[in-house]
């Protein structure tokens, strides 16, 4: 059994669109947690002994239970506090929310990373990465439905990063309200709220509280 805790731990990385997806729904809760920023190329053993998957985000409530997916952390931290209503979504959010992880960043990371994948074509990938954007664009009115919620949030900054491989290429598509949704959300206070920069974790240094 694993020892009961003071605050729950996140374990994340500034960066990581899964790690900033979890941090949102923290934030927009109001539940207080222990941040404990890593570095993906050095990760602490305190870590992987907490993460089966050795991926960010993780997160170890008080109780000791593990939450090692990201889009599972934001429904944790939704469900103790939701002022937002992000989760009074129709049912349709969690399709978009799947094909997001599915299909789309599946493309991504092969036009990202191309280098990591030889054997596959980057233009191919870009296709279907465009395919679901042209998609959600004409979805999109403001937000995917009628005010922001899980859906928004989850996608958000998975579509952060693929457009941050070429932004000028991506201000370029004719994808206007998802254009606006994406820089609406760059110029956030929800994203402000996420990526202040925190010192690596430590076991000699204090807990870092968040938000």
Request: contains cysteine; charged residues 25%; glycine residues 2%.
């Amino acid at each position: 059994m694993r020892q009961m805790r003071m605050t729950p731990v996140l374990w994340s990385f500034r960066r990581c669109p899964y790690a900033m997806r979890a941090r949102l729904a923290i934030v927009a809760s109001g539940v207080s947690v222990a941040l404990r920023e890593i570095a993906l190329r050095d990760k602490p053993a305190a870590f992987l002994a907490d993460s089966p998957s050795s991926t960010v985000p993780c997160l170890v409530t008080i109780a000791g239970e593990v939450i090692d997916e990201s889009l599972d952390i934001m429904r944790w931290a939704l469900a103790q506090h939701d002022p937002a209503k992000w989760l009074d979504m129709p049912v349709d959010g969690d399709d978009w929310i799947a094909r997001c992880d599915g299909p789309f960043k599946h493309a991504l990371d092969r036009v990202k990373y191309a280098s990591r994948y030889p054997d596959t074509d980057p233009a191919l990938h870009l296709a279907t990465a465009c395919a679901f954007c042209g998609d959600l664009d004409a979805k999109i009115d403001g937000w995917i439905f009628t005010r922001p919620t899980l859906a928004d949030m989850a996608i958000l900054p998975l579509l952060r990063q693929f457009a941050m491989i070429d932004k000028p290429w991506f201000n370029a598509q004719p994808w206007p309200h998802l254009q606006d949704w994406l820089e609406r959300f760059l110029a956030s206070s929800e994203l402000a709220a996420i990526m202040a920069k925190y010192a690596l974790w430590r076991p000699d240094q204090p807990e870092i509280n968040f938000p």
